[in-house]
Structure formats: C-alpha cells, structure tokens
C-alpha cells in the first residue's frame, strides 16, 4: 500500500508516515513547507518506502501525479493553528478551500480514497459538551477571523462528503480535537509547546483570559493510529469521525502542571485575548469530543494521559534547546 500525506511534513503528518512507513506501507509526502519543516521528515529520508516532493497541493500537474502514485490520500495539507488564522485569513481560506477542491478532484479521477483532517473548531462557540458528529454547528460572525478557520474547514467537509454522495470517491472526514506531541510547532499559538518553550526557558507562562476555559489533549500517536484504522476500513466512506481526548484541564492549572514538571522558575501572566490575539476574539470555554462513534467502529481509546504527553514534549523541547 502506497500513501500520499498532503501536509506531511507538518506534525500531525510526519508522525503519520512515521506509522505508515512502521508498519511496511510506503509513503509519499506533499509538503510546501508553507508550516511544515524538513527537518519533521529528516529522519525518515533514509527509508527506501518514503520519497516526498517540495511543492504545492495546488500545484493540479505535480499533484495528479503524486495521486497517479499512490493507493490512498491522506489530505492534511491546511492552514492551521489560531495565531495564524488571526493574522493570514485570505492564505487560510484560499489554502483551505482551493486545496481540499484541487485533491478531491485530482482523487475522483482515479478513483482513491481520502481522508479529509478536519478540526474540532467546526463546532465553534457550541456549549453543548460533549461534541458529537451529528450535533448543530455554532460559528461565529463573520468579522472575527477566526470562524474562517472553522467555516473554510466545513466547506471542506462538505465537499468530500458530496464528492461521496455524487461521485462515489470514498471519503472520511476525520475532526481532529487538540492533538500534541514531540514536534508540534509554538510558532502559530498553540499552547502546550509555547508553555513548554517557556516553562524551560523560565520565562513568563502566558495565559490567555482567565485561563479558565478548559481543553483535552489528545496525543498525536492515537490520532494518527486512528487515522490509519479510518483508512484501512472499506465502510467509513461518507462518514464523519471525532478523534481526540475527553479528559478536560484548564488552561491555568495546565500551565502550573507544566511548571511543576519542568522544575521551572516561570511565573504565570494573564494576557487578555485582544492583546493575544486580536480585538474581540472569541474563544471557546470548553471542547470535548464525544468519542463513542470512533469507539464503537474501531475500538478507539486514547491511550496517552496528559502527563505521559507533557514527558514526552518536554523531552523533546529539552532536546531542541540544546546548543
Ligand atoms: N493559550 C494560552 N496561551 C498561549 C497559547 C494558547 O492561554 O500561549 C490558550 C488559548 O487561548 C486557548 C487554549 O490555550 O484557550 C488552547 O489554545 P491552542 O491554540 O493550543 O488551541 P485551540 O483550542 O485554541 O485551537
């Protein structure tokens, strides 16, 4: 089996070839290392199963190509993290919505299956906890760049879901909840590598808000498996799946579980999220993902507690400060 992973050298996908390519499948990364490194996927050139091109998902020549190749797509390549949602919202949009357009269409003519990443941030401001697949969407004004972000996103899964209904490609839509782990990038806002970073560096720990809305942080190994198991099964076309973790912690007593952790000095700011991120910006108190669907079709668990993920990331961010 042959698996193309469009956004592969981002952090969810460098650790999803990484699964692959462990398991004896070969794979072919799709990165215009727009957000994603090279240096995600270093390891991992010297295996005679994996081969990646440098360039756009949009780019309709190279990308028919790459399809032609492989058995499966694995379309991650988007414009994610909030910081840079807020501030590039025409890249986000056009990313997200011309990208997952170009490969669904490049995949129709072939006939090969998707796997759409969606996110968590299409229930938007929804206060009905815990999410599930079929549940009302609540998404914000159209002034607050954010709620592009969960709009473009939607799109996306309409369009696959209509590429299913219409065209008959097999899809799966897969709404990826707070995914973490070694590699994961602070660069566009996301909290537990920029609260690492800074909790090692004995910096300030910024907390946006209160610091009382809550999350739960899925680790990124059960996300990936979770993936690869939605791929593998022939009846998940047209359906919809949450992927993630319900056990919640608020973002202050994350920040002071991270201190405690890293033995570190740093002292906990509160930022309000105007400043943060820009005026008016709405945020969500609490996101949980019901999980029962995923469960129930591939015996789902989430298997990696917060503190085994904290261990994880905080040895990887430890490494990476070395000199
Ligand atoms: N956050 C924070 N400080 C940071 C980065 C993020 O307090 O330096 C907060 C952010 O406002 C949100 C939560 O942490 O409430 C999770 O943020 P992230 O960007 O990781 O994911 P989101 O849930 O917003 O998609």
């Known amino acids: 089996m042959k698996a193309l ?3 592969g050298s981002g952090f969810v996908g460098s650790h999803l070839a990484e699964a692959l390519l462990a398991r004896g499948d070969s794979v072919l990364v799709l990165d215009n290392l727009s957000t994603g490194s090279i240096t995600n996927i270093a390891h991992l050139k010297k295996s005679p199963n994996f081969a990646y091109i440098i360039d756009d998902v949009m780019n309709r020549r190279v990308l028919a190509e790459a399809v032609d190749e492989c058995d499966v797509i694995y379309h991650l390549a988007a414009a994610v993290g909030v910081r840079l949602v807020v501030e590039s919202p025409v890249r986000t949009i056009e990313t997200n919505l011309e990208g997952t357009q170009v490969v669904l269409e490049a995949a129709a003519k072939k006939r090969k299956k998707v796997l759409l990443a969606s996110t968590s941030e299409v229930y938007g401001k929804s206060t009905k906890i815990p999410f599930s697949e079929t549940d009302d969407l609540l998404i914000g004004p159209s002034n607050k760049g954010r709620w592009s972000y969960a709009c ?4 996306d899964e309409f369009l696959a879901i ?5 065209r008959k490609l097999p899809v799966v839509v897969a709404r990826l909840f707070n995914t973490v782990g070694p590699r994961q990038t602070g660069r566009y806002g996301m909290v537990i590598p920029n609260f690492v970073r800074q909790a090692l560096t004995n910096k300030p720990i910024t907390v946006y808000g209160t610091g009382r809305q809550r999350r739960a942080f899925g680790y990124v190994g059960d996300v990936v498996g979770a993936l690869m198991a939605l791929m593998d099964r022939q009846d998940t076309h047209g359906e919809v799946f ?19 952790m890293t033995g570190s000095r740093s002292k906990i700011i509160h930022i309000s999220y105007d400043k943060a991120y820009e005026e008016g910006f709405e ?3 609490r996101r949980v993902p019901d999980l029962a669907k995923i469960k129930r079709w591939i015996g789902y668990q989430s298997r990696h507690p917060l503190r085994d993920i904290l261990e994880r990331v905080i040895a990887y961010e430890r490494a990476q400060l070395k000199p």
């Not at 209509?162 to 219409?166: D, I, Y």
């Open 283 to 285: 945020d969500m108190q």
């Open 162 to 166: 209509a590429f299913w209904k219409e």
């Open 152 to 155: 473009s996103k939607l799109m």
């Open 5 to 7: 992973i469009t956004g």
């Open 242 to 260: 949450n992927i993630g973790n319900d056990q919640e912690i608020s973002i202050k007593n994350l920040a002071r579980l991270i201190i405690k």
